[in-house]
């Protein structure tokens, strides 16, 4: 079936009546989600239980513990060793440095370039979890390690993610998340996610034309999609600051428009997290809304939508 592109109506006209238009005007604004936060359907028999999904669905958010046993923690610690000290082996265009240094900040698409990640990624357990909550089946739109190195570790300011894939890469609809596996220990010192509950309810429209190219800039440090003082200080009065500290293992699941961000690790040791991003196939990439190119394949995946099959339960092969 052709897909209507916006082309095929006059862009203004498009962008007026997109529900989450950003970008465009030069005054910022909130405006309420249009989109469920879960989808229910065939997958609402889910792993999660009922209080999981209503406190998910209130906070935008849930930490996980225990789902990843021993064994696979540290056979995916010493995978982040393997990948950081083999630069080499990895990519060099997916690999993206900390503003102002030659440390390394991430890794995208760590699920091609690391068997054990892809694994992660296609494992039933997860994939069963985000399914209940997208209510279909689902598909990696990207796939990142973020280092935070110990001593140099630069912050990730406040933003809202689906403002960036929806603006940037086209992602129609809220109806995706991002799984945030923790490689090594976050603690309060060493920049652990900060995510402010029920966020996700809101929609903040930014200020400032994307430059081209943006991505270049932004996965340092990001200037556009950047949600005003005033928007953030309203979230947080409503909602407050979650800390998501937790042991190497513990999993945080999270809306794609939950308000997030994470300071700078100026203690002497990494934070080190794999961040899966699944999207519904009902919400593959379109033209990116705010009308530039689309960003590379290497940040929002299109080439490869499609449903993934949930493999076995174990990062070790069929178990
Ligand atoms: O632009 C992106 O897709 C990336 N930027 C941030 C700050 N979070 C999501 C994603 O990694
Ligand atoms: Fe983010």
Redesign the pocket.
């Known amino acids: 079936m052709a897909h209507a592109t916006r082309h095929d109506v006059s862009d203004r006209a498009a962008k007026q009546d997109d529900p989450y238009r950003s970008r465009i005007s030069l005054l910022p604004e909130i405006v309420p989600r249009v989109d469920p936060v879960l989808y229910g359907g065939r997958h609402s028999a889910g792993p999660l239980t009922s209080e999981q999904l209503a406190s998910y669905s209130h906070d935008g958010f849930i930490q996980l513990h225990g789902l990843l046993d021993a064994a696979e923690i540290k056979a995916l610690q010493a995978e982040h060793v393997r990948l950081r000290t083999n630069r080499s082996t990895i990519d060099q265009d997916t690999l993206i440095l900390e503003p102002g240094s030659a440390e390394l900040r991430s890794v995208f698409q760590i699920h091609v370039q690391s068997d054990l990640i892809g694994r992660l990624a296609s494992d039933a357990r997860l994939v069963a979890i985000t399914r209940q909550i997208l209510g279909d089946d689902v598909y990696i739109h990207?796939a990142?390690l973020n280092y935070k190195p110990g001593l140099f570790g630069k912050e990730?300011y406040w933003?809202s993610?689906f403002e960036?894939?929806h603006v940037?890469d086209g992602m129609p609809r809220m109806r995706a998340l991002s799984m945030s596996i923790l490689l090594t220990e976050n603690t309060p010192y060493n920049g652990p996610l900060l995510i402010m509950p029920g966020s996700h309810h809101h929609y903040v429209r930014c200020v400032g034309e994307t430059p081209d190219d943006h991505?270049k800039q932004?996965?340092r440090k990001?200037e556009y999609g950047v949600p005003d003082a005033d928007s953030l200080s309203q979230l947080y009065v409503a909602g407050g600051i979650a800390t998501l500290t937790g042991a190497a293992g513990s999993i945080v699941v999270f809306d794609c428009n939950a308000m997030h961000g994470s300071n700078s690790n100026i203690a002497p040791l990494p934070r080190s997290n794999v961040?899966l991003v699944y999207n519904s196939i009902k919400n593959r990439l379109t033209d990116p809304f705010g009308g530039k190119k689309p960003r590379p394949e290497f940040?929002a995946n299109r080439r490869k939508a499609t449903a993934l099959a949930p493999r076995s339960v174990s990062l070790f092969g069929d178990r």
């Open positions: 990207q990142r990730f933003h993610d960036t894939w940037e991505y932004s996965l990001q961040f940040i």
